[in-house]
């Protein structure tokens, strides 16, 4: 009953946002709880089962977007020194989370790829045993895939994409992402492009707000769909 639930954190007027966030995983659900000070400051708080909150020492520009294997997966809007350890600002991180809660000593987190002037990371996703994440190079998009080994190193790799399109992370629950390319550039590549039409007509989202205009022209290749 709402009545017996009783205050986890509370806020104050100066704050934007408190919320909390869950991370289902096979080796439990991490409960955290986001204290959004302004657009791009949020403290982190882990809910211990005793009901007690421990403080993350993660930066306030830190971005969370799940839990991996006991990691939590965030992005850096500032740089971090952290344990005689300097991360570059725009880095994707995986933060020792268990091993914090245990020990909580200040500990280094995993630098999964930093950006240089010639790249940036679009959007991040956490799957079942993944991290996805949309990188751009020169306007160029690409997925990249790190998954962490058994001894705890983590590998980085990347989807096989057809090239010059651009990227985006659709669903990692299924691991769904999207390519834009145009209908020539498959061909090139020795692929055998389908292109389908889907108008917004018949969209029943558009009809409700009136844009039931144009439609999604999507290309996929013959065999494998």
């Known amino acids: 009953r709402i009545g017996d639930a009783r205050t986890v954190f509370q806020g104050v007027h100066s704050d934007l946002a408190v919320s909390g966030a869950t991370f289902s995983g096979p080796r439990g659900t991490p409960v955290l709880v986001e204290h959004t000070l302004s657009f791009f400051s949020t403290e982190y708080y882990d809910l211990l089962p005793d009901g007690r909150l421990v403080k993350l020492p993660l930066p306030l520009g830190a971005e969370v977007y799940g839990v991996l294997r006991g990691s939590l997966i965030a992005t850096l809007r500032r740089q971090w020194k952290v344990a005689g350890k300097t991360i570059p600002r725009g880095s994707l991180i995986a933060f020792p989370l268990r091993k914090f809660i245990r020990t909580r000593a ?51 790799a990347p989807i096989a994409l057809p090239a010059g399109g651009s990227t985006r992370i659709v669903s990692t629950d299924p691991e769904i992402v999207t390519v834009r390319i145009t209908e020539a550039q498959p061909k090139k590549q020795g692929l055998t492009p389908k292109p389908g039409k889907f108008p917004f007509s018949v969209l029943r989202r558009a009809m409700s707000i009136g844009e039931s205009d144009g439609f999604v022209k999507a290309v996929t290749d013959t065999k494998s769909g």
């Open 106 to 156: 200040a500990v280094a987190p995993e630098v999964l790829v930093s950006p240089d002037a010639h790249s940036m990371i679009d959007d991040v996703s956490v799957g079942r045993d993944a991290v996805f994440a949309s990188i751009y190079r020169d306007v160029i998009g690409s997925i990249r895939v790190f998954r962490r080994a058994a001894d705890g190193r983590w590998s980085d």
